[in-house]
């Protein structure tokens, strides 16, 4: 342990991680809405209460998700005081309070360090923080806690820090090589003139980072949203975004999309995009790098067919019917659940299926998909169970649920459906055309969970793991042969946007 004046903490670097399910939540980045929400910032030119609320009460119940669906959550410093989500739980004393503190001092929330020496700030920062900073105060120095950064030696964490910004500043840079089809998909956009038109935005981005790093002027994201996406003049603190900007939200969304992505990747653990947010598929990292490469298990459209046609989920269709919403859980809900054997058989069925990853074992009923969707649905319900003993009070809705496998293959995602009492049921998002040149290309296989919302073409996937990555040789003509297996089955009308997503993509 570490001792800093009042403040007591252990020192992580991502090797301390290996084997644990850990996670960087997005949505707890202070410039992030949803794309409804951010459709209606760009309209009305401002964030109106009414805005704001939306977004803290979707942002705290994303918050508290990950904390379900993860062993540890990193954390930004600034987050833990100056987002509301986060210090509302400690402002004051009582059962919340104590319930963030163990969940620190276990580990489950760990604070990230960028540069910083200390989880406290030795002065107080530009922004206002007054009311969080004083109560985030309090609880580190009654709290012992681990705290994570990419080096304990300054120079060496200086140095990897910069990476950071390179890597950023390189994935701007590439916007002129983003796929029209994929970029029409992971945004949710309406036609293939409606993604072109983005591209070409993309790529006068692209020209402009690429001037600003030849003339020796750093590249930050304030930098670019002050040039593409806020109001000139306007503090990026204000969320004025200028929808006079060609195409400002669909820059935002990737801008933010990467910076949330960057951390994670720096200490390789999964990162976790809010529902109705760009997936880290839209990032379309890696088809040109996969070429040549040999680091990845091979797949074939008959694997992943077979896969699909063995899947029942018959241990799970009585879970499947009623299932709760979490959206009315609270911290101290969270940490309870944490404490029981469902939560742990949750924990070790998703650890080991992540830790040690296969097309065979994700189709096995007793260690893949079916078996995570039986504990994750279980402990889904001893959340509601806990939170009603507590409240002695009704819950809220129920939702028929359903379980959905992804596959998603360059601009190509299948999603296959699983409801209870139904055959499978299949969403296709994109095409096969554009890969017809490439000789190779990344397949990545999702689990999730969601509900029906009336019927099943209304629908929400709350919960999504990424769990697999391979490698395909000749995708065009693979892709074809999936879509081939899955057309002339029912199919689900394409949903706009997506459930929470949590990926670990490390190319």
Not at 32 to 46: I, Q
Not at 91 to 118: C, H, N, Q, T, Y
Not at 361 to 381: F, H, N, Q, W
Not at 478 to 491: D, I, P, S
């Amino acid at each position: 342990m570490i001792d800093d004046g009042d403040v007591s903490f252990g020192r992580m670097e991502a090797a301390d991680l290996i084997g644990t399910v850990a996670a960087v939540p997005q949505a707890l980045d202070n410039q992030w809405f949803d794309r409804g929400l951010l459709d209606r910032v760009l309209r009305a030119g401002r964030v109106d209460e009414d805005v704001a609320a939306g977004r803290a009460r979707r942002s705290r119940a994303e918050y508290l998700r990950a904390l379900l669906a993860a062993e540890k959550i990193i954390v930004n410093r600034a987050y833990l005081y100056n987002n509301p989500v986060v210090y509302r739980d400690y402002l004051r004393k009582g059962a919340d309070r104590e319930a963030f503190r163990d969940l620190l001092r276990e580990g489950a929330i760990v604070p990230w360090l960028l540069g910083e020496p200390s989880p406290v700030p030795s002065s107080a920062p530009e922004f206002e923080t007054a009311e969080g900073l004083q109560a985030w105060r309090e609880v580190a120095e009654s709290t012992s806690m681990s705290c994570i950064r990419l080096s304990w030696d300054e120079e060496e964490n200086a140095r990897l820090s910069r990476g950071i910004g390179r890597e950023y500043n390189r994935f701007v840079l590439d916007f002129t090589q983003l796929d029209v089809k994929a970029l029409r998909r992971d945004l949710a956009l309406d036609d293939d003139a409606h993604a072109e038109s983005v591209l070409k935005r993309l790529r006068t981005v692209s020209r402009w980072v690429h001037d600003e790093l030849d003339a020796d002027r750093p590249v930050t994201r304030q930098r670019l949203y002050e040039k593409f996406v806020v109001v000139d003049g306007r503090p990026v603190t204000e969320y004025r975004y200028d929808a006079k900007k060609p195409h400002a939200a669909q820059v935002k969304q990737l801008l933010d999309l990467k910076y949330a992505t960057n951390l994670a990747d720096s200490v390789d653990v999964f990162s976790i995009t809010p529902g109705d947010s760009p997936r880290r598929t839209a990032l379309q990292e890696g088809l040109s790098a996969l070429r040549g490469r040999g680091d990845l298990d091979g797949t074939d459209s008959d694997e992943l067919i077979g896969l699909l046609r063995n899947l029942a989920f018959e241990n799970v269709q009585e879970l499947l019917e009623a299932v709760p919403s979490l959206d009315r859980l609270s911290l101290v809900d969270v940490h309870d659940v944490r404490r029981e054997q469902e939560w742990e058989a949750y924990r070790r069925t998703f650890s080991a299926l992540v830790n040690s990853p296969s097309v065979a074992t994700l189709a096995d009923p007793d260690t893949g998909a079916e078996a995570i969707t039986k504990s994750y649905l279980t402990m889904v319900r001893k959340a509601e169970e806990i939170s009603l003993n507590r409240r002695e009070e009704e819950w809220g809705q129920r939702f028929n649920g359903m379980t959905q496998l992804g596959i998603d293959l360059g601009s190509l995602t299948i999603n296959a459906f699983f409801l209870n009492g139904h055959a499978p049921a299949f969403e296709i998002i994109g095409d096969a055309l554009g890969m017809a040149s490439s000789r190779a290309a990344k397949v990545t296989i999702r689990w999730g969970v969601g509900r029906v919302l009336g019927r099943a073409s209304e629908r929400r996937i709350d919960n999504t793991a990424q769990i697999l990555t391979l490698r395909m040789e000749n995708p065009s003509r693979e892709a074809r042969r999936l879509l081939e297996y899955v057309r002339g089955k029912t199919e689900l009308p394409p949903e706009r946007g997506n459930g929470q997503d949590m990926s670990d993509e490390d190319e």
